[in-house]
């Protein structure tokens, strides 16, 4: 199967790393583009833009800094949505927001398109022994589906709600975790 892999950084890149070594042909996308070259010598196909690498495969995972790269990466100039066709699947991976995920959605929707929001927790040995803690959001016919891409990357894989729930639980996620270190280092104080 063809997944096409969008932000190849410290964990968009295990995560490809670990798709291609679990038999998966590699589409990538990074806007470094000697980043993405660095993906050429593993056997995977290098595009200049997300429109390009959207025409060869219809599956894409995205993993990039925040919500914005998202909305460039999915809707923008060159971006997925300009080469969409029926039954595409982006599932993104990065933390995000859920209202930036619920306007995206609406507009693959669209097109005939989904989007689930699995953003994932773990680091990055985690990411390369594929037992990320992945939360997703989205429609569970289409989590179904994806499931055995998401068992690669995953050990604890679960559907926490609709669209935006995912990324809804990675922010309390986050918020538990500030507030623990937070605590700890008044208490080490």
């Known amino acids: 199967m063809d997944i096409g892999v969008i932000g190849l950084g410290n964990m968009g890149g ?3 790393r670990r798709l291609a070594s679990r038999g998966f042909t590699l589409s990538v996308f990074d806007a470094n583009p000697a980043t993405a070259a660095k993906f050429a010598q593993t056997g995977a196909e290098v595009f200049s833009t997300p429109c390009e690498l959207a025409q060869k495969t219809s599956v894409v995972i ?14 923008g100039k ?4 300009e080469s969409v066709k029926p039954g595409f699947v982006v599932i993104d991976m990065t933390t ?7 306007e995206i ?12 929001d699995a ?3 773990g ?4 990411a390369e022994k594929g037992e990320l803690s992945i939360m997703v959001g989205g429609d569970e016919k289409l989590f179904q589906k994806m499931l055995p891409i998401l068992n690669e990357l995953g050990s604890t894989i679960i559907r926490v709600g609709d669209l935006g729930t995912g990324h809804t639980i990675k922010a309390l996620n986050n918020l538990l975790t500030a507030t ?3 605590i700890t280092a008044e208490v080490l104080a």
Not at 96 to 102: N, R, W
Not at 123 to 126: E, H
């Open 14 to 16: 295990r995560i490809a």
């Open 62 to 75: 995205t993993v990039l800094p925040d919500a914005s790269a998202v909305r460039q990466v999915v809707l």
């Open 78 to 81: 060159d971006g997925l949505i």
């Open 96 to 102: 995000s927001l859920p209202g930036v995920t619920k």
């Open 105 to 116: 959605g609406s507009k693959l929707r669209e097109k005939q398109a989904d989007l689930l």
């Open 119 to 121: 953003p994932v927790s």
């Open 123 to 126: 680091g990055v040995k985690k």
């Open 180 to 182: 623990t270190l937070g």
